[in-house]
């Protein structure tokens, strides 16, 4: 993976984890690092789970950010303690 790659995959990652936030309700307490990291994840897993199913395009993106949403919230109840959305 050249630097056009870590470019990309820092974008998309931006884009999926922001998006994974903003499905979450209540307010998340983690850095935005961490949601880059996040959505990078997601955007990898999901990638590789709609390929593995045959998808492509938009079901590919509603995959990524589900999987984005799912660890936002997770990361954001492990930091807090308590639940997130109340």
């Given at each position: 993976m050249g630097?056009?790659?870590i470019i990309s995959?820092?974008?998309?990652?931006?884009?999926?984890?922001?998006?994974?936030?903003?499905?979450?309700?209540?307010?998340?307490?983690?850095?935005?690092?961490l949601t880059i990291v996040v959505g990078i994840v997601a955007a990898?897993?999901?990638?590789?789970?709609a390929g593995?199913?045959?998808?492509?395009?938009l079901l590919t993106l509603i995959i990524q950010v589900v999987l984005a949403a799912g660890g936002v919230?997770?990361?954001?109840?492990?930091?807090?303690?308590r639940s997130v959305g109340r």
């Open positions: 630097i056009g790659g995959a820092i974008i998309v990652g931006l884009i999926v984890g922001a998006l994974g936030r903003l499905v979450v309700p209540g307010k998340q307490d983690i850095a935005i690092w990898l897993i999901g990638s590789a789970i593995a199913l045959g998808l492509g395009g919230y997770m990361i954001a109840n492990a930091r807090s303690g």
